[in-house]
């Protein structure tokens, strides 16, 4: 290569890196500042929310925000509630979407490939279409403010199936067809040669459907009244509720409180997706 | 301990025009080695799967020891496969990987431990077996692979392209390292590879494959000797055969301008024109007065003990000869030789070993 040309992707590299780091300070600043202002907002005194100038620290300092939300809804009920329901929608989803994506991608069944288009129209399905009709059909079964109620009609898996079908069509077919020579079966086919190949996947998997049910709202709040079932999310909605719209300290105390348990699994998690992608890149 | 017999196996890939194993008859004795060979594309894998029951059978039967495996699943048919690209389990010691068969048939742990320390030991591994396949060199991995089938103690052995991921130097070694291996256990196996070499050397015998279709299937030194047509002639052999395309007048055909004698029986039974091929060592070195071929030599592989000459014949203007391939002449010399790049030798070649084809069916002419 002549040095021209080098020097030529080189400038490129560098306008590309340039681009590159605008990109991620743009996404940062999106990303960031609110959360940033989130936290900042959890600790100021009620008078000094709404000043102007803005205050970008908290002075005074006011812890108290987070005792507050602690004892003025019951927090740690809501809190028991999102656990629970994300605990059982994502287990069931990520359970369902496994088995459902290896039958449709490893096991040989008649009608395979239409099952597969029906759970893909499923997924083009939206949420908000289907939600009247299961409100109706859940309330008629009298699951209102009932654990099942919630979690049943949330636990639906085309995302699932189609993200796992692919990466399991993706593995090389020869360690399955060893697998299979070698005399596994089609549970330790799957649980000993699929699933530690396709770790890193699911590990991503499982954290988007951490997130996305410890982040569900319209569907909890459409079925629980109280706190007998309602999640955390519900809850920060009845303390704002409670003190009017002004007193913005607890609900972002509260707010922070809730996003802590998925950022520490996030970070966590996170590890192992790497941990997953590194140790698989070690092939010839 | 097994025979195996392809009976017109036939598969034909859905939305495909041909099938890529057409017809292939081939009886394979208990403890044969047998070698798979043909250019890529030809079906040698196909063939092969077939047998494993990797790929279904769309005419024809297979048959291990007599029973149609119409319908048997993989695990059932106890063979053990060793792929191209290995196919060992990267989340499984060696240890792991070449028990996990053994573990899945429920074979006592005591025994499990005892099988697989054998086939270390034979195969070398015994530091490795707390390896994951990730920390293993190339032909590490292989070793595990070859282990992971003879733990099994199966009754076919189907290997495909073993070794084409090693280097040149070690698949040598591998490659008598498994043929010895294949000779001790006596279990029949079935090789799939498109090195001829490898062919030549491993094999008890040698299936020719081409287009899906089965060329020939022989012992080695068969195929060299007696190639049933054009393409076993040209495939089988190192360097290759010199062929060139003559009408037959009165006993004699003409090669690059020389008029050759052949046995008048043999072209008697040609309908046309026929293919004669001369293998290197057909030729000999004429002096300058004698009926011959001039060829400027072109490239010289010197081997120490004999040498492989390369070289264009001399055209003559009313020389009618076509040759096969490319214009080329191939011919060896024992010991040294001070031939070089350049230099012009006259050669004739041996008329009692000529091969003789028919020039349109591409057959054999006896
Ligand atoms: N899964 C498949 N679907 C369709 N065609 C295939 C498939 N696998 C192989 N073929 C075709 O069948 C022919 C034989 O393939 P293969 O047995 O792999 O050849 P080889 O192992 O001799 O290189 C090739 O033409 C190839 O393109
Ligand atoms: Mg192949």
Redesign the pocket.
């Given at each position: 290569m002549s040095g021209q040309a080098e020097s030529a992707i080189q400038g490129q590299g560098r306008v590309g890196k340039v681009f590159g780091y605008a990109a991620m300070v743009a996404v940062l600043a999106v990303i960031a500042v609110p959360l940033f202002w989130i936290v900042v907002t959890s600790f100021k005194a009620h008078d000094h929310i709404y000043v102007r100038p803005a205050e970008y620290l908290p002075i005074p300092f006011t812890p108290e925000n987070y005792s507050d939300v602690t004892t003025r809804i019951p927090f740690f009920a809501y809190f028991r509630n999102s656990v629970i329901i994300t605990f059982f929608t994502a287990g069931i989803k990520i359970v369902l979407g496994v088995l459902s994506a290896y039958a449709l991608s490893l096991l040989r069944f008649p009608g395979r490939g239409i099952l597969f288009v029906v759970i893909l129209a499923a997924l083009m399905v939206p949420n908000q279409i289907t939600i009247i009709s299961n409100f109706a059909l859940v309330a008629q079964l009298g699951w209102k403010n009932t654990f099942q109620g919630i979690i049943i009609p949330l636990a639906g898996v085309a995302f699932g199936t189609f993200l796992m079908r692919n990466q399991f069509l993706s593995l090389p077919h020869e360690i399955i067809e060893a697998a299979r020579m070698d005399g596994a079966g089609p549970f330790k086919l799957l649980w000993r040669v699929v699933m530690p190949l396709s770790w890193p996947t699911l590990v991503a998997f499982s954290l988007i459907t951490i997130v996305n049910e410890w982040n569900e709202y319209l569907w909890p709040f459409l079925m629980s009244d109280d706190e007998r079932t309602a999640p955390l999310q519900v809850g920060l909605t009845m303390l704002q509720n409670n003190d009017g719209v002004t007193n913005w300290g607890p609900v972002m105390a509260g707010t922070v409180l809730t996003i802590l348990p998925v950022l520490i699994l996030f970070l966590v998690l996170q590890r192992q997706m790497i941990k997953g992608l590194t140790s698989g890149a070690v092939k010839s | 301990m097994a025979t195996v017999l392809f009976d017109e196996a036939t598969r034909k890939?859905?939305?495909?025009e041909v099938p890529?194993?057409d017809k292939v008859t081939l009886e394979i004795p208990d403890g044969e080695f047998l070698v798979l060979v043909?250019?890529?594309?030809?079906?040698?894998?196909?063939?092969l799967r077939m047998l494993a029951g990797l790929e279904p059978v769309d005419g024809g039967r297979i048959l291990i020891d007599g029973h149609d495996q119409a319908g048997v699943r993989p695990r059932d048919r106890d063979i053990a496969m060793v792929f191209q690209s290995y196919a060992l389990y990267p989340n499984m010691t060696a240890f792991e990987n070449m028990a996990f068969a053994l573990r899945n048939a429920k074979v006592e742990k005591a025994e499990v431990e005892q099988r697989v320390t054998e086939a270390a030991k034979i195969l070398e591994l015994e530091g490795l077996l707390t390896k994951k396949p990730g920390q293993m060199s190339g032909g590490q991995r292989q070793r595990v692979a070859m282990g992971r089938a003879i733990v099994r103690q199966p009754k076919v052995f189907c290997m495909?392209e073993p070794l084409s991921n090693l280097d040149a130097k070690l698949r040598v070694s591998t490659r008598s390292q498994i043929a010895q291996l294949q000779r001790r256990l006596g279990v029949t196996t079935v090789y799939?590879t498109?090195d001829q070499v490898e062919a030549m050397t491993m094999g008890h015998r040698v299936a020719v494959?081409k287009d899906?279709k089965l060329q020939q299937s022989d012992t080695p030194a068969k195929l060299y000797d007696e190639p049933v047509n054009t393409f076993v002639a040209s495939f089988i052999g190192s360097p290759a055969i010199t062929m060139t395309r003559s009408a037959v007048r009165e006993g004699e055909v003409t090669i690059h301008g020389l008029p050759v004698s052949l046995d008048r029986s043999t072209l008697s039974a040609a309908r046309g024109d026929v293919v004669v091929g001369f293998r290197p060592e057909a030729w000999q070195v004429v002096g300058a007065g004698e009926p011959g071929i001039d060829v400027a030599v072109d490239l010289v592989e010197s081997l120490g003990s004999e040498a492989f000459v390369h070289g264009e014949p001399a055209r003559s203007h009313d020389d009618a000869t076509v040759a096969i391939g490319a214009d080329r002449v191939t011919f060896k010399v024992i010991g040294k030789t001070d031939l070089d790049v350049g230099d012009t030798v006259r050669i004739a070649p041996i008329a009692e070993q000529a091969h003789v084809f028919d020039a349109e069916s591409g057959m054999r002419l006896r």
């Open positions: - | 890939y859905p939305k495909t890529a194993v043909g250019p890529s594309g030809c079906g040698k894998s196909t063939t495909d799939v498109h494959l899906g």
